[in-house]
């Protein structure tokens, strides 16, 4: 069974950083690429970063700068770093795998973690 947890998220102020790791299970993890997406409340679903199974990152313009994301395969986790946080970051954030390349859609990626609740306090 495929399984993603995302953990991390909390309350941090204006200017802060955190970060959130997805830990995914009952899959070949060098085959998928690994996605985080976040939803703040009434908005739908944004895409931020990526990263492909052979390791190369997609970000979105957004996040450029203040969010990176890392991973290790050895542990199947992917990280994703963000920094200069703003009360905007306040969302819930998933993360997401499909087979081998980054989706533009989220309906490209079959798996999704829970989410994790990050809030960011002005």
């Known amino acids: 069974e495929v399984q993603l947890v995302e953990s991390g998220g909390g309350l941090v102020q204006t200017g802060g950083s955190l970060t959130l790791s997805c830990s995914a299970s009952?899959?070949?993890?060098?085959?998928?690429?690994v996605a985080w997406f976040r939803q703040a409340p009434g908005e739908e679903r944004e895409g931020l970063l990526c990263m492909n199974s052979d390791g190369s990152p997609v970000y979105a313009d957004s996040v450029m700068g203040r969010f990176t994301i890392s991973s290790d395969n050895a542990k199947k986790t992917v990280s994703l770093q963000m920094s200069s946080l703003k009360p905007e970051d306040t969302a819930v954030y998933y993360c997401a795998a499909t087979l081998r390349w980054c989706g533009t859609h989220e309906y490209e990626y079959p798996y999704w973690g829970q989410g994790t609740q990050v809030t960011v306090s002005s």
């Open positions: 009952g899959f070949t993890f060098d085959d998928f690429a």
